[in-house]
């Protein structure tokens, strides 16, 4: 995307990374509740990855806030 902002590419940049953070997080946290081998590898990737959900829509909201006078185009 040539025309896009460094604003608008974060937000779609927190939006996806948030979103694969999630996914992370059930993944790895449902193959370590089914016991599977190298449970203990799963269960700190679903525990980082559910870290990255909550952090970085917070990462987020604070570049946003920072850059409140640009505009998205």
Not at 14 to 42: D, N, P, Y
């Amino acid at each position: 995307l040539p025309f896009m902002s460094l604003k608008a590419f974060h937000l779609i940049f927190v939006i996806c990374t948030t979103l694969f953070c999630l996914f992370m997080g059930l993944w790895t946290g449902r193959q370590w509740l089914a016991g599977e081998t190298g449970s203990q590898w799963q269960l700190l990737y679903a525990i980082l990855s559910f870290a990255g959900t909550l952090l970085t829509p917070v990462y987020g909201y604070y570049f946003l806030k920072k850059l409140k006078g640009v505009s998205y185009l």
